[in-house]
């Protein structure tokens, strides 16, 4: 019999630097049969990240990058991202800020996810500062990298309510469930546009 073959998965990276929540659930996501990627290098710059357990577990091809100088530890990523023919990388707690001369390769398909409602707090400790505002809401986003530290155009914001007993713990929680709900979303979208 015919076998019926689907459209084809575009080809991802993904890469981190400590727990890797989203990672292990961006795998999960890439298994599903409607699944448009198919993860084919994950990229870590810390040798010790607990994220690593999860795709060697799922035996996906995972690297280590040195980083002791940020050109050369690019330029070996490129290179490898070129041999698996990786067509979208996905930042999932990447520590590191990638070049303009990366980011220009790889322009308009480099997602980011951020534990905020962008633009406002971009950068570390997000839920400390959004309690310590008293803010009402937060919440996560899915945005294209660009030069500019969590500035590049948004795909998708998931919006929550801050309530009075949170705390940065509790309230970091929650925002990474919906972290989980919202970048196979953002990755759909944008694959829908390619
Ligand atoms: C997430 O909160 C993500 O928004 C931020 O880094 C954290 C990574 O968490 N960029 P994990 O490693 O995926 O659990």
Redesign the pocket.
């Known amino acids: 019999m015919k076998k019926l073959i689907g459209p084809k998965k575009i080809k991802t990276s993904i890469f ?1 630097s ?6 292990k659930n961006l795998i999960n996501f890439s298994k599903k049969k409607n699944s448009p990627i198919n993860i084919v290098l994950v990229v870590s710059d810390n040798k010790n990240a607990k ?1 690593l357990n999860f795709s060697k577990k799922k035996k996906i091809d995972t690297k280590i990058y040195q980083y002791t100088s940020r050109i050369s530890s690019e330029n070996k990523i490129l290179k490898d991202l070129n041999k698996k023919k990786a067509k979208l990388i996905c930042l ?2 990447f520590m590191k800020i990638l070049s303009k001369n990366f980011i220009r390769k790889f322009n308009g398909k480099i997602l ?4 905020s409602l962008l633009p406002k707090y971009k950068g570390l400790n997000t839920h400390k500062r959004a309690i310590e505002n008293n803010e009402i809401f937060s919440g ?1 986003t899915v945005h294209l990298v660009n030069s500019k530290l969590d500035s590049g155009k948004i795909i998708l914001q998931k919006k929550i309510r801050i309530s009075k007993r949170d705390n940065y713990k509790t309230l970091g929680k929650k ?2 469930k919906q ?1 989980h709900l919202l970048y196979p979303r953002a990755i759909k979208k944008i694959i829908s546009n390619y």
């Not at 400590?18 to 990672?23: A, F, M, Q, R």
């Not at 980011?112 to 534990?115: A, R, S, V």
Request: with cysteine; hydrophobic share 35%; glycine share 22%.
């Open positions: 981190i400590g727990t890797g929540s989203n990672l994220g999932a707690g980011n996810i951020h534990p996560c925002v990474l972290e």
